[in-house]
């Protein structure tokens, strides 16, 4: 398997910008989680989603900040406009269903997009 | 109240000898999931162990286990023989219940720094 895929890996944007993350889970995975790491803050979950259905979007900051997710094999996130307090690592992460005789499964997470906003 | 609290921000340790990182967690839950994570300096988040609430015996995964004290809230990763290529953030995460949203906690990491 390839593991969770995101794209862009790096993003330079200006102030003002429209910003748009990709994710693509594991296959099979039912649920998906966006988060943000800076320095200050640490890690927040920002939106998760099950079986394509956001859950809870409780984490996300502001509404210039919007997620998607259109099919079980693709989600976005998007901040419009963008503003240089934006600047961080998004990751995203999946997890399956139940299986094997654990309670819960681990999360898998992408190897994150760093964004810098100018 | 935080979910998941690490008080270490910094650790150092002796190549070769263990390490203890602290992890304590807050939930009314009977049921749920802790984990761990590292997360080297290139970036990615790695898993490395698993504790489930129900589960008796203390997780172990290679050099990594996990000193579950359900009555103390307590779930501490302890890496014997440390290698230098532990030197990384360490990040304690809860699951809780199917009941409670089925979302996941993340402490503020502990950075680990292995000394040759």
């Known amino acids: 398997d390839a593991g969770v895929i995101q794209s862009p890996r790096h993003e330079v944007t200006e102030m003002g910008q429209e910003v748009t993350l990709r994710c693509k889970p594991i296959?099979?995975?039912?649920?998906l989680f966006w988060y943000r790491q800076t320095m200050m803050r640490g890690l927040e979950l920002l939106i998760y989603?099950?079986?394509?259905?956001?859950?809870?979007d409780s984490g996300m900051p502001e509404d210039r900040f919007s997620a998607k997710m259109p099919n079980a094999s693709f989600s976005t996130l998007k901040i419009q406009p963008s503003e240089p307090r934006d600047s961080a690592v998004y990751f995203c992460a999946s997890s399956s269903k139940l299986a094997g005789g654990r309670s819960y499964n681990e999360q898998f997470f992408g190897p994150g997009t760093r964004l810098t906003v100018l | 109240a935080q979910k998941i609290t690490q008080t270490q921000p910094g650790m150092f340790v002796q190549e070769k000898e263990a390490v203890t990182l602290d992890c304590t967690y807050d939930t009314s839950d009977q049921s749920y999931g802790l984990f761990w994570y590292k997360q080297p300096s290139s970036g990615e988040m790695i898993f490395l162990i698993y504790q489930g609430s129900y589960d008796e015996q203390n997780a172990t995964e290679g050099r990594y286990s996990l000193n579950f004290q359900k009555a103390r809230k307590s779930a501490n990763l302890v890496i014997s023989a440390s290698q230098l290529g532990d030197s990384a953030m360490y990040f304690c995460a809860m699951r809780e219940g199917l009941n409670t949203g089925n979302q996941f906690y993340f402490g503020t990491g502990t950075s680990l720094t292995v000394i040759p």
């Open positions: 296959s099979g995975h039912d649920y």
């Open positions: 989603f099950n079986n394509n259905v956001p859950i809870d």
